[in-house]
Each structure stands twice: as structure tokens, then as C-alpha cells.
């Protein structure tokens, strides 16, 4: 099995910083995928971005505000939030694609943890 370990949430002013961790642990072949979606009171799931060792992706909500990266050593992602506004507020989800076997992979997710930006 393999779990995901989020940290680093909590309430901040807009225009304030946050940074995420999320710690990948268990049954471990390789991680393929690691990203960062969240959830808003009343909203579906969405993704916030994602890094792959092809590259990254952030949506558009979020570009130039949020830096995500990974330590591979450590099977760790991180989420570097600046500039924060209000409508970032919501629960946010580690996800990550795991290879636990050469030929098998599985999608997991964090417990998730609360980032809230006052106005």
C-alpha cells in the first residue's frame, strides 16, 4: 500500500504565502505523477497542478502564483503558494500516480488539508 501525507495547510491573509508538503510512503516502484487538485465548498475537484518528469502543469487560476516541485528522494511534492486570494480557499488533495510493481500502477490521495485566505 502506499499513503499520502499532506501538511502545511492553514489560514492566511490575501496576498499571503503558504507551502504545501505532501509525503509519499509504503509500497514504492516508482512515482510517475505527483500533483496538488482542491476542493471548494459546493465545487467539484479540480486540478491545481501537477509534475511529471516530462515537466509541470498549473491551471490558468493559478499560474504565476503557485510553484509546485518534488523531491524524488524523498517521494515528496511540494506546493509553493503566493499571492494568495480568496478563492483559493478550499480543501487541497495530494494525488499521486505510483508504480508499485514494473508493470502495475495505482492513483492515490491524501487525506487533504484546509488552506483559507481572508480578505
Known amino acids: 500500500q502506499v499513503q499520502l501525507v499532506e501538511s502545511g495547510g492553514g489560514l492566511v491573509q490575501a496576498g499571503g504565502s503558504l507551502r504545501l508538503s505532501c509525503a509519499a510512503s509504503?509500497?514504492?516502484?516508482?512515482?510517475?505523477?505527483m500533483g496538488w487538485y482542491r476542493q471548494a465548498p459546493g465545487k467539484q475537484r479540480e486540478v491545481v497542478a501537477t509534475?511529471?518528469?516530462?515537466?509541470?502543469y498549473y491551471a490558468d487560476s493559478v499560474k504565476g502564483r503557485f510553484t509546485i516541485s518534488r523531491d524524488n528522494a524523498k517521494n515528496t511534492v511540494y506546493l509553493q503558494m503566493n499571492s494568495l486570494k480568496p478563492e483559493d480557499t478550499a480543501v487541497y488533495y495530494c494525488?499521486?500516480?505510483?508504480?508499485?510493481?514494473?508493470?502495475?500502477?495505482?492513483?492515490?490521495w491524501g487525506q487533504g488539508t484546509q488552506v483559507s485566505v481572508s480578505s
Open positions: 494525488y499521486g500516480r505510483v508504480r508499485i510493481t514494473a508493470l502495475q500502477s495505482n492513483d492515490y
Open positions: 509504503g509500497s514504492i516502484y516508482s512515482n510517475l505523477v
Open positions: 509534475i511529471h518528469s516530462g515537466g509541470s
